[in-house]
């Protein structure tokens, strides 16, 4: 999937080659360490897509108040998806992020905030160079709550102008999320020198960071 191989005719393949094309590699990188249960009962759950999840992962871990951050698959009708199928396409899932979070140090609205300066929501099916409905963006409600904070915050982008382009994000009730394969979780940390981490999830968090350094936990920067 994210595996780029870049050669000297084809420079621009960070920027072009899409994940699903190295879904074949997947397997000479995989790191499945022991990792302690945590309770995680006390914290409150969002859940959202927008793009490799990967990235998404490691911009919501770096953010105050979150606890736990799980890629996984979501938005679709399929049961039990796999990395393979989604990656193909040959699902209605997207990748996607459950966060775990404290709501006494970080609140929905601030996610949704995280959520939308983190992506371009006007990007139809996909964030470069991830494209396909599998990598399209996604805000995803449990209640009717969250539902207008969401769609507020939309309406807030609009009347603003931040965006000269329609808002392609979709505002979906929240129904079921699987979690992804074990080797997909905290990838970003635990693959620092893969190519397409350097030369994309790393880019899209500086990013971030840079937008919003109050959210940021120290040590993140």
């Not at 949704?112 to 399209?136: A, I």
């Amino acid at each position: 999937m994210k595996y780029l191989q870049i050669t000297s005719i084809a420079l621009l393949a960070l920027v072009t080659t899409s994940c699903q094309s190295k879904i074949k590699d997947k397997q000479i990188t995989p790191i499945h360490s022991e990792v302690p249960a945590q309770d995680l009962s006390s914290y409150e759950t969002a859940y959202f897509a927008s793009g490799c999840f990967w990235c998404v992962e490691a911009i919501f871990e770096s953010v105050k108040g979150v606890k736990e951050v799980v890629s996984g698959y979501s938005g679709g009708k399929e049961k039990n998806p796999t990395y393979e199928a989604v990656g193909y396409g040959r699902t209605t899932h997207a990748e996607a992020v459950k966060i775990y979070y404290n709501p006494k140090e970080v609140s929905f609205e601030t996610l949704v905030k995280v959520y939308f300066g983190s992506h371009d929501p006007t990007t139809v099916d996909g964030q470069r160079p991830d494209m396909g409905k599998q990598y399209r963006s996604i805000a995803f409600y449990k209640n009717d709550n969250e539902k207008k904070i969401i769609e507020a915050y939309m309406t807030k982008l609009k009347n603003d102008k931040v965006y000269n382009k329609p808002l392609a994000t979709e505002v979906t009730k929240f129904d079921i999320f699987y979690d992804a394969e074990d080797y997909h979780q905290d990838y970003e940390k635990k693959h620092p020198d893969n190519s397409y981490i350097r030369g994309v999830s790393v880019p899209r968090l500086k990013k971030f960071q840079s937008k919003f350094p109050e959210l940021i936990k120290k040590g993140n920067h």
